[in-house]
């Protein structure tokens, strides 16, 4: 019964991360942003995220956060969350579910630990920004 359920392939919709200021913390803190670089209006998005890995040999996870979407127009991108740099040395997962018409998209994004740093930025599409970005 699983074999019969096609989830199509995500296309030019991806996550990326982009250092930005904080007038709060009075630092660079880390951005998550959903980026539509697709030619199509996305709707009823759902990201989920979580961090999970080990920190000094001990097993570490952070709790769900969920954010939801109506839409993201084509062409554009959507703030999701700040990444608390506590959780920069763990893997940063985001899962996100979409619809473009009746079809529904799945993938999940991973930063891999550590993997937030300042040498292997790239500029985001549409940010024109440097960050770094999970496709």
Request: no cysteine.
């Amino acid at each position: 019964m699983k074999k019969d359920i096609v989830i199509p392939e995500v296309e030019n919709v991806f996550v990326a991360t982009v250092q930005e200021w904080s007038d709060d913390f009075m630092e660079k803190v880390w951005y998550a942003y959903l980026v539509n670089d697709s030619d199509f209006l996305i709707e009823s998005v759902m990201v989920v995220s979580k961090a999970f890995g080990t920190i000094d040999g001990e097993m570490k996870k952070t709790s769900l956060l969920r954010h939801a979407f109506v839409e993201v127009p084509a062409v554009s991108v959507v703030k999701i969350e700040m990444i608390e740099k506590s959780v920069l040395v763990l893997n940063n997962e985001f899962s996100v579910s979409y619809f473009i018409g009746n079809k529904m998209y799945d993938k999940k994004f991973i930063f891999k630990a550590n993997a937030m740093n300042e040498q292997e930025l790239e500029e985001v599409p549409i940010l024109f920004v440097d960050g770094l970005i999970v496709r």
